[in-house]
């Protein structure tokens, strides 16, 4: 037990660390190269210098908006993993990357101006269409008072197919935004801006605090129905916070990064090969690693084909792609 819990600091710490380098790593990786000890000085003295300027401006808000999306959406991949007992659910299998993403194509559709909490028209859309796609599928599974797992699944997936071609079709009727819509669509950090870290910061930080807060219940969850119940747990009710809660975060998610795929799928699977499938460890941890792989995925994606960018959304599917894979042989083996 002892060496366990050893074990299980030394990774807390060592995640940490990681995230740190990685962060440090990715403001000073780009088309002008900034030592670390001048990012330092930069962020301590405040130095008003060109550096500084790509620092503060361009770099530094778009390396922590990677770090705070990328936890919310591997920490969503965890807890539905743990909900649905199924190690290939993330957030796309409900439909609510594919309702935020129609959502946002709407917004960019209609040239609608308007924000609400300083969040702009394309997040508004987008954070109403991941809610809006899982109450949808909710009630599309929600029969004689019971919701069954296989039903939710069903249903997500085939409203998130349905979602995805409603999308396809609007963009072959409009051929002039069409750009800005797969641009939208393949998951970008290009515009990033203090404002949506502050937002995305508001919105996800709290959400990932609810998602810990449930991790004991959610490991009785994972254990059946039955002995939830019997352990006093309104499973219906905790489903239903959990679910809500993960849709805020991928709202959150997509209205200002766009499509990030794969990352909550990854996250947490490789957590759960180094710590175990206690969610008390797993929810965390996958938090911290979402923020590292999307930080490093995010940097190579700016430099790989300098001048020119590869959305981060490709990256994480080029990342997670072979993974899916992987994942897809061992089950079956």
Avoid at 248 to 269: D, E, M, N, Q, W
Wanted: glycine content about 8%; proline content about 2%.
């Amino acid at each position: 037990m002892k060496i366990d819990n050893k074990r299980n600091w030394f990774m807390g710490v060592f995640l940490i660390v990681f995230l740190i380098v990685s962060l440090i790593f990715a403001a000073a990786t780009g088309a002008v190269k900034i030592s670390a000890s001048e990012i330092i000085a930069i962020l301590t003295k405040g130095d008003d210098t060109v550096n500084a300027s790509i620092l503060m401006e361009i770099r530094l808000p778009r390396v922590l908006l990677a770090a705070v999306l990328g936890a919310g959406l591997a920490a969503v991949g965890g807890v539905m993993q743990a909900i649905f007992k199924n190690p290939l659910v993330d957030s796309y299998t409900l439909g609510m990357s594919s309702g935020a993403a129609l959502g946002a194509v709407l917004s960019i559709l209609t040239g609608i101006n308007i924000s609400i909490l300083g969040i702009k028209t394309t997040g508004v859309f987008a954070f109403a269409g991941a809610v809006l796609t899982l109450f949808f599928v909710y009630s599309l599974a929600y029969t004689r008072n019971r919701m069954s797992i296989n039903s939710l699944l069903l249903s997500g997936v085939a409203v998130s197919y349905f979602l995805a071609s409603v999308i396809s079709f609007l963009m072959m009727l409009n051929h002039d935004k069409i750009e800005h819509i797969v641009f939208w669509t393949m998951g970008s950090l290009s515009m990033a801006t203090w404002d949506e870290f502050f937002i995305s910061s508001v919105l996800t930080i709290p959400s990932l605090a609810v998602l810990m807060y449930y991790t004991r219940e959610l490991n009785i969850l994972v254990m059946g129905e039955d002995a939830a119940h019997h352990l006093g747990i309104n499973t219906f009710a905790l489903k239903t916070t959990l679910l809500i809660t993960c849709a805020v975060i991928v709202g959150s998610v997509v209205s200002t990064g766009g499509t990030i795929a794969f990352l909550g799928l990854v996250a947490p699977h490789i957590i759960r090969l180094i710590v175990g499938s206690d969610n008390k460890k797993v929810i965390p941890y996958s938090a911290l690693m979402g923020s590292i792989l999307l930080v490093l995925a995010d940097t190579a994606g700016r430099v790989l084909i300098q001048p020119a960018e590869i959305p981060v959304g490709v990256m994480t599917s080029i990342m997670g792609g072979p993974f899916f894979i992987f994942l897809l042989k061992k089950q079956k083996n």
